[in-house]
């Protein structure tokens, strides 16, 4: 028993260092490859709109919901759980200066009895808008309508 446990440490070294390095190696490949996309969108923002000044906002995000559930079923509004419920975005102070909100693609509710979780996009807020987040998850309750 001691020792089939000592050769699970021991045999094939060579290929267990192998893989470590490997792993690591796509690890910093990945995150370099995320953090060079995220300056140049970032540089990209100020080549555009070089004197305005570039602000960040945190915005609140509202559920777009198109259609209605099933026959004898309502949504319950009050109860949406969106995850982010928030979303930052980065823009020149003229652009982000009247928005408040951001709003998800519509959500089709066509024919839906029970609750759902989908995983749905952001719209644009607007154009020369770099938002953080795209897509968040909406968890939609769907209840019996018991005012019928």
Known sequence: ??????????????LKFLSLILALLSWFYIVNELNKGSKEEIEMLRKIRPGEGMVAKKLAI????????????????DQVVIV?????????????????????????LKKASNTFTAQVALRPVASGVYMEETLVQVTVPIEKDTRR
């Open 62 to 77: 509202s559920p777009v919901f198109v259609g209605r559930p099933s026959w004898g079923n309502v949504v319950r509004h």
């Open 1 to 14: 028993m001691l020792q089939s446990i000592k050769n699970v440490f021991t045999k094939h070294l060579l």
């Open 84 to 108: 982010p419920d928030y979303c930052v975005v980065m823009g020149s102070r003229n652009d982000l200066a009247n928005i408040k909100t951001a709003y998800t693609v519509p959500i089709d």
